[in-house]
C-alpha cells in the first residue's frame, strides 16, 4: 500500500512539474519574443534568402526559443503576410528540427545541475535596478524550464525499480506503438522538447532501452507539426503548403530512417555506455541528416509540396 502511495505521489509530482515546465517555454518564449521586437521578424526576413541560411536561422532561433513549435508558427505567420515566400520559409523549417536537439544534449551530458543557478540569477537580475534589468525575467524562464527538467529527472530515479512501470514499458516496446506514442504525447502537450527531454531521462534511469526511446523521439518529431497544421487550416494557400512541408519533412524523414533502425542502434550503441547520451546523440544526428538531405532536394521536396497543397 505504501509502495502504491508513493508511486502515485512521485507520478503527481512530475505531472505537477511538467505544467511549470510548460508554463515557463511559454513564458520565456513571450519575452524573447518581446525583447526582439519587430527587428526579430525583420532579421528572420533579411536572413533566409537561401535554404541554407534559413536552417542556420531555424536552428538558432529553435535553440534560443526552445520551441520548434513557436519556431514554425512564426514561419507560417510571416509566410500568411506575405513578407516571407514559401521556399524561403523551408529552410527554417529544417533548422526547427536541429534547434529541438540543444535540450536532450543539455540533459545527456547532465548539464541539468547549473539550471538553479540560472533561475537564481534571473531573480536577481529582476530585482536589481540596472541596465540589465530587462534580462531578469527570460533568464528565470529559462532556468525554470531547465529546473523543471532536473526536477524531473530526480523524480524519476525511483521508478527504475518499479515492477509496475516496468511491466508497462515493455508491453509497449513496439517500434511503431512507441512513434504513435511520442506522438501522441506531443500532441497533447504541444511540447516536443519536453516528451524527448523526459524521453532521455528515462533512458538514463534505465526505463527504456534505445530502440523504444529513439522510436519515441521519432513520433515526438512528427507530433510537433500537429499545432502549425491547425493554425494554417485557417490561413491562405501559401500558409497551408509551409504546414505541410512541416509535416511531410518529418514524416519522410522518419520513413527514411526506419529501415536503417538496426545499423543506426548499432552505430549509437558504440558512441557511447549511456543509453540516454545515445538517444541524445540519435537525435542530433538524425534532425541533422533530415535537414541535409532535405537541402540536397530542396527543390524536389518543394516541388512535392506544391502537388499536395495546390
Known amino acids: 500500500m505504501e509502495t502504491g502511495y508513493s508511486f502515485l505521489y512521485i507520478l503527481s509530482s512530475i505531472i505537477g512539474v511538467i505544467f511549470v515546465f510548460l508554463f515557463a517555454v511559454e513564458k520565456f518564449s513571450g519575452q524573447i519574443q518581446r525583447i526582439a521586437g519587430d527587428r526579430f521578424k525583420d532579421i528572420v526576413q533579411r536572413l533566409t534568402s537561401t535554404p541554407f541560411k534559413g536552417t542556420v536561422i531555424g536552428t538558432v532561433i529553435t535553440a534560443i526559443m526552445q520551441s520548434s513549435t513557436a519556431t514554425t508558427v512564426m514561419a507560417i505567420s510571416l509566410v500568411q503576410a506575405g513578407v516571407m515566400p514559401f521556399a524561403n520559409s523551408l529552410g527554417i523549417i529544417f533548422g526547427a528540427n536541429i534547434g529541438t536537439t540543444i535540450t536532450t544534449q543539455l540533459i545527456a551530458f547532465q548539464l541539468l545541475e547549473i539550471a538553479p543557478f540560472i533561475l537564481v540569477i534571473g531573480f ?32 524519476v530515479e525511483p521508478f527504475k525499480d518499479n515492477p509496475v512501470l516496468i511491466a508497462i514499458l515493455a508491453k509497449s516496446s513496439g517500434i511503431f506503438l512507441s512513434i504513435l506514442i511520442g506522438f501522441v504525447l506531443v500532441t497533447l502537450f504541444q511540447a516536443s522538447a519536453l516528451v524527448t527531454g523526459m524521453v532521455v531521462i528515462m533512458s538514463a534511469a534505465g526505463l527504456l532501452g534505445f530502440e523504444q526511446a529513439f522510436a519515441i523521439v521519432l513520433g515526438a518529431n512528427i507530433g510537433s507539426t500537429t499545432t502549425a497544421l491547425i493554425a494554417a487550416s485557417v490561413m491562405d494557400k501559401n500558409a497551408k503548403r509551409a504546414a505541410m512541408a512541416h509535416f511531410m519533412f518529418n514524416v519522410l524523414g522518419v520513413l527514411i530512417v526506419l529501415p536503417f533502425l538496426k545499423p543506426f542502434t548499432i552505430w549509437m550503441e558504440s558512441m557511447s555506455q549511456s543509453i540516454g547520451v545515445q538517444v541524445a546523440l540519435a537525435h542530433l544526428m538524425f534532425n541533422m541528416v533530415s535537414a541535409i538531405l532535405a537541402l540536397i532536394f530542396v527543390r524536389q521536396f518543394e516541388r512535392l509540396i506544391l502537388r499536395l497543397v495546390k
Open 124 to 155: 536577481i537580475l529582476m530585482k536589481l535596478k540596472s541596465k540589465y534589468q530587462h534580462l531578469g525575467k527570460p533568464v528565470f524562464y529559462f532556468g525554470l524550464i531547465f529546473s523543471s527538467l532536473f526536477i524531473i529527472s530526480v523524480l
